[in-house]
Protein backbone atom coordinates (compact mmCIF):
# COMPACT_ATOMS: atom_id res chain seq x y z
CA UNK A 1 0.00 0.00 0.00
CA UNK A 2 2.51 2.39 0.72
CA UNK A 3 4.91 1.20 -2.22
CA UNK A 4 1.55 2.09 -4.51
CA UNK A 5 0.76 5.50 -2.84
CA UNK A 6 3.90 6.26 -3.19
CA UNK A 7 4.18 5.69 -6.95
CA UNK A 8 0.70 7.89 -7.09
CA UNK A 9 2.07 10.73 -5.34
CA UNK A 10 5.28 10.35 -7.80
CA UNK A 11 3.26 10.31 -11.15
CA UNK A 12 1.16 13.13 -9.76
CA UNK A 13 4.43 15.24 -9.44
CA UNK A 14 5.28 14.74 -12.97
CA UNK A 15 2.39 15.33 -14.18
CA UNK A 16 2.16 18.36 -12.04
CA UNK A 17 5.66 19.67 -13.35
CA UNK A 18 4.23 18.84 -17.09
CA UNK A 19 1.77 21.01 -16.99
CA UNK A 20 3.53 23.68 -15.31
CA UNK A 21 6.15 23.67 -18.14
CA UNK A 22 2.96 24.19 -20.54
CA UNK A 23 0.84 26.89 -18.60
CA UNK A 24 -2.48 25.65 -19.74
CA UNK A 25 -5.61 27.77 -18.91
CA UNK A 26 -3.24 31.17 -18.82
CA UNK A 27 -0.96 29.88 -15.64
CA UNK A 28 1.69 30.93 -18.05
CA UNK A 29 1.57 34.43 -17.54
CA UNK A 30 2.72 33.17 -13.47
CA UNK A 31 6.24 32.62 -12.85
CA UNK A 32 7.81 29.09 -13.93
CA UNK A 33 8.26 28.04 -10.39
CA UNK A 34 4.80 29.28 -9.21
CA UNK A 35 3.41 27.31 -11.97
CA UNK A 36 4.90 23.75 -11.18
CA UNK A 37 4.15 24.42 -7.45
CA UNK A 38 0.39 25.00 -8.61
CA UNK A 39 -0.28 22.39 -10.93
CA UNK A 40 1.77 20.12 -8.61
CA UNK A 41 -0.36 20.03 -6.32
CA UNK A 42 -3.72 20.92 -7.88
CA UNK A 43 -3.08 17.21 -9.20
CA UNK A 44 -2.00 15.63 -5.71
CA UNK A 45 -5.33 17.26 -4.71
CA UNK A 46 -7.37 16.03 -7.40
CA UNK A 47 -5.71 12.75 -6.42
CA UNK A 48 -6.95 12.56 -3.05
CA UNK A 49 -10.12 14.19 -4.33
CA UNK A 50 -10.74 11.75 -7.14
CA UNK A 51 -10.07 8.31 -5.06
CA UNK A 52 -12.94 8.21 -3.14
CA UNK A 53 -15.44 8.22 -6.37
CA UNK A 54 -13.02 6.16 -8.77
CA UNK A 55 -13.06 3.50 -6.24
CA UNK A 56 -16.87 3.86 -5.75
CA UNK A 57 -17.37 4.01 -9.93
CA UNK A 58 -15.20 0.36 -9.24
CA UNK A 59 -18.17 -0.70 -6.58
CA UNK A 60 -20.43 0.52 -9.40
CA UNK A 61 -18.97 -1.23 -12.38
CA UNK A 62 -18.66 -4.86 -10.46
CA UNK A 63 -22.42 -4.31 -9.23
CA UNK A 64 -24.16 -2.99 -12.48
CA UNK A 65 -21.98 -4.69 -15.36
CA UNK A 66 -21.01 -1.33 -16.55
CA UNK A 67 -17.70 -0.50 -18.36
CA UNK A 68 -15.06 0.59 -15.80
CA UNK A 69 -14.14 2.87 -18.46
CA UNK A 70 -17.83 4.56 -18.12
CA UNK A 71 -18.06 4.25 -14.36
CA UNK A 72 -14.64 6.04 -14.39
CA UNK A 73 -16.26 8.74 -16.54
CA UNK A 74 -19.10 9.43 -14.28
CA UNK A 75 -16.87 9.54 -10.95
CA UNK A 76 -14.69 11.89 -12.97
CA UNK A 77 -17.41 13.63 -13.72
CA UNK A 78 -18.92 13.95 -10.25
CA UNK A 79 -15.47 14.31 -8.84
CA UNK A 80 -14.58 17.15 -10.52
CA UNK A 81 -17.14 19.42 -9.05
CA UNK A 82 -15.47 19.74 -5.82
CA UNK A 83 -12.32 19.82 -7.52
CA UNK A 84 -13.52 23.17 -9.35
CA UNK A 85 -14.83 24.63 -6.11
CA UNK A 86 -11.09 24.61 -5.10
CA UNK A 87 -9.77 25.93 -8.14
CA UNK A 88 -11.87 29.18 -7.69
CA UNK A 89 -11.63 29.71 -3.81
CA UNK A 90 -7.66 29.82 -5.29
CA UNK A 91 -8.59 32.39 -8.05
CA UNK A 92 -10.74 34.13 -6.02
CA UNK A 93 -8.42 34.72 -2.90
CA UNK A 94 -9.46 32.09 -0.90
CA UNK A 95 -13.00 33.62 -0.24
CA UNK A 96 -15.48 30.55 -0.77
CA UNK A 97 -18.80 33.09 -1.39
CA UNK A 98 -17.11 34.54 -4.01
CA UNK A 99 -15.76 31.46 -5.89
CA UNK A 100 -19.53 30.03 -5.30
CA UNK A 101 -20.76 33.22 -7.33
CA UNK A 102 -18.37 33.42 -9.84
CA UNK A 103 -19.13 33.91 -13.35
CA UNK A 104 -16.53 31.76 -14.50
CA UNK A 105 -17.39 28.84 -12.76
CA UNK A 106 -18.40 26.68 -15.57
CA UNK A 107 -15.27 27.77 -17.35
CA UNK A 108 -13.39 26.49 -14.25
CA UNK A 109 -15.23 23.29 -14.40
CA UNK A 110 -14.70 22.56 -17.90
CA UNK A 111 -11.05 23.04 -17.31
CA UNK A 112 -10.95 20.44 -14.69
CA UNK A 113 -13.06 18.10 -16.43
CA UNK A 114 -10.23 18.31 -19.30
CA UNK A 115 -7.39 17.98 -17.43
CA UNK A 116 -9.00 15.50 -14.57
CA UNK A 117 -9.88 12.81 -17.78
CA UNK A 118 -6.25 13.43 -19.37
CA UNK A 119 -4.52 12.66 -15.83
CA UNK A 120 -7.11 9.83 -14.65
CA UNK A 121 -5.78 8.06 -18.41
CA UNK A 122 -2.31 8.43 -17.47
CA UNK A 123 -2.75 6.70 -14.50
CA UNK A 124 -5.12 3.41 -16.09
CA UNK A 125 -2.11 3.68 -18.90
CA UNK A 126 0.74 3.89 -15.81
CA UNK A 127 -0.63 2.03 -13.10
CA UNK A 128 -3.36 0.29 -14.70
CA UNK A 129 -7.10 0.79 -13.15
CA UNK A 130 -6.97 3.49 -10.35
CA UNK A 131 -10.04 1.76 -8.65
CA UNK A 132 -8.37 -1.97 -8.71
CA UNK A 133 -6.65 -3.59 -5.95
CA UNK A 134 -8.46 -1.57 -3.05
CA UNK A 135 -9.69 -5.14 -2.09
CA UNK A 136 -8.60 -5.61 1.83
CA UNK A 137 -5.65 -8.26 0.91
CA UNK A 138 -1.92 -8.19 0.62
CA UNK A 139 -0.16 -6.57 -2.02
CA UNK A 140 -0.49 -7.41 -5.52
CA UNK A 141 2.29 -10.66 -6.41
CA UNK A 142 5.04 -8.58 -8.68
CA UNK A 143 4.32 -8.11 -12.20
CA UNK A 144 6.19 -10.44 -13.87
CA UNK A 145 3.24 -12.88 -12.60
CA UNK A 146 1.02 -11.81 -15.06
CA UNK A 147 1.11 -15.02 -17.62
CA UNK A 148 -0.41 -15.50 -21.67
CA UNK A 149 -3.08 -18.24 -21.34
CA UNK A 150 -0.61 -19.50 -24.44
CA UNK A 151 2.15 -19.66 -22.56
CA UNK A 152 0.38 -22.15 -20.01
CA UNK A 153 -1.01 -25.44 -19.58
CA UNK A 154 -4.74 -25.68 -19.96
CA UNK A 155 -4.91 -25.73 -15.66
CA UNK A 156 -5.74 -22.56 -14.02
CA UNK A 157 -3.94 -23.38 -11.08
CA UNK A 158 -1.03 -23.66 -13.05
CA UNK A 159 -1.02 -20.15 -14.13
CA UNK A 160 -0.84 -18.85 -10.39
CA UNK A 161 2.51 -18.20 -9.31
CA UNK A 162 4.70 -19.94 -6.35
CA UNK A 163 3.64 -19.83 -2.86
CA UNK A 164 -0.15 -17.97 -4.32
CA UNK A 165 -1.32 -20.07 -2.03
CA UNK A 166 -5.54 -20.88 -1.83
CA UNK A 167 -7.43 -19.88 -4.55
CA UNK A 168 -10.34 -17.58 -2.88
CA UNK A 169 -11.67 -15.84 -5.58
CA UNK A 170 -12.00 -14.43 -9.13
CA UNK A 171 -12.85 -10.84 -10.27
CA UNK A 172 -12.70 -10.07 -14.37
CA UNK A 173 -10.66 -6.89 -14.78
CA UNK A 174 -11.10 -5.93 -19.01
CA UNK A 175 -8.97 -8.78 -20.97
CA UNK A 176 -7.67 -9.92 -17.19
CA UNK A 177 -8.89 -11.86 -14.63
CA UNK A 178 -7.65 -10.81 -11.02
CA UNK A 179 -6.85 -13.79 -8.58
CA UNK A 180 -7.49 -13.64 -5.15
CA UNK A 181 -5.57 -15.35 -2.27
CA UNK A 182 -4.93 -15.18 1.28
CA UNK A 183 -1.36 -14.06 0.38
CA UNK A 184 -2.07 -11.38 -2.35
CA UNK A 185 -3.76 -11.08 -5.94
CA UNK A 186 -2.56 -11.70 -9.36
CA UNK A 187 -3.62 -10.86 -12.56
CA UNK A 188 -3.53 -13.41 -15.10
CA UNK A 189 -4.53 -12.75 -19.52
CA UNK A 190 -7.65 -14.65 -19.46
CA UNK A 191 -11.42 -14.21 -19.74
CA UNK A 192 -13.36 -15.14 -16.55
CA UNK A 193 -15.42 -18.13 -18.44
CA UNK A 194 -12.54 -19.51 -19.69
CA UNK A 195 -10.84 -19.59 -16.25
CA UNK A 196 -13.76 -20.90 -14.36
CA UNK A 197 -13.49 -23.98 -17.73
CA UNK A 198 -10.09 -24.57 -16.59
CA UNK A 199 -10.61 -24.89 -12.63
CA UNK A 200 -13.70 -27.16 -13.98
CA UNK A 201 -14.25 -29.53 -10.37
CA UNK A 202 -10.71 -28.72 -9.29
CA UNK A 203 -11.71 -25.83 -6.67
CA UNK A 204 -15.55 -26.37 -5.75
CA UNK A 205 -17.51 -23.02 -6.25
CA UNK A 206 -19.63 -20.70 -8.62
CA UNK A 207 -20.01 -17.41 -10.31
CA UNK A 208 -21.73 -15.38 -8.39
CA UNK A 209 -21.97 -12.51 -10.79
CA UNK A 210 -20.97 -11.11 -14.26
CA UNK A 211 -17.84 -10.35 -12.96
CA UNK A 212 -16.53 -12.81 -9.80
CA UNK A 213 -16.45 -16.26 -9.27
CA UNK A 214 -16.21 -17.68 -5.48
CA UNK A 215 -14.64 -20.62 -4.17
CA UNK A 216 -17.06 -22.59 -1.80
CA UNK A 217 -14.65 -23.35 0.88
CA UNK A 218 -13.93 -19.31 0.84
CA UNK A 219 -16.70 -18.10 2.10
CA UNK A 220 -17.32 -16.75 5.76
CA UNK A 221 -20.54 -15.34 5.66
CA UNK A 222 -22.51 -12.90 4.02
CA UNK A 223 -23.78 -9.26 3.80
CA UNK A 224 -27.49 -7.73 2.69
CA UNK A 225 -28.28 -4.44 2.08
CA UNK A 226 -32.26 -4.20 0.94
CA UNK A 227 -32.05 -6.78 -2.33
CA UNK A 228 -28.63 -6.13 -2.51
CA UNK A 229 -26.05 -9.03 -1.00
CA UNK A 230 -22.48 -9.22 -0.64
CA UNK A 231 -20.18 -12.53 0.65
CA UNK A 232 -17.56 -12.46 3.03
CA UNK A 233 -14.44 -14.49 2.14
CA UNK A 234 -11.72 -15.95 4.30
CA UNK A 235 -9.50 -12.97 3.92
CA UNK A 236 -12.51 -10.17 4.22
CA UNK A 237 -13.11 -9.42 0.34
CA UNK A 238 -16.50 -8.25 -0.42
CA UNK A 239 -18.13 -9.90 -3.54
CA UNK A 240 -21.32 -8.80 -4.94
CA UNK A 241 -23.97 -11.03 -5.61
CA UNK A 242 -26.03 -10.94 -8.66
CA UNK A 243 -29.84 -10.98 -7.49
CA UNK A 244 -30.84 -13.57 -10.02
CA UNK A 245 -28.59 -15.89 -8.41
CA UNK A 246 -29.62 -15.45 -4.61
CA UNK A 247 -31.75 -17.97 -4.74
CA UNK A 248 -29.99 -20.74 -6.18
CA UNK A 249 -27.20 -20.00 -3.85
CA UNK A 250 -29.11 -20.33 -1.15
CA UNK A 251 -30.67 -23.51 -2.05
CA UNK A 252 -27.26 -24.89 -2.69
CA UNK A 253 -26.89 -23.97 1.32
CA UNK A 254 -24.23 -21.18 0.83
CA UNK A 255 -25.69 -18.53 3.34
Not at 60 to 71: C, D, F, H, K, N
Not at 170 to 189: F, K, M, P, Q, W
Amino acid sequence: MIRRIAIYLLVAVIIGAFLGLLGPFETYRFAVGLRMAYWIFMIIAGLAIFRPTLIASDWLAAETGMPRWAAGGVAITIGSLPMTLLVAWLFNGFNLARAIHSDVLPVFYGQVLLISLLTYSVYRTVLGDPAVAESPVAPDVPPQSVQSPQSQPRSFEARLPPGFGELLALSSEDHYVRAHGHNGTVLILIRLRDAIDELGAAVPGEQVHRSWWVARAAVTGRKSQGRAVRLVLANSLEVPVARERVAGLKAAGWF
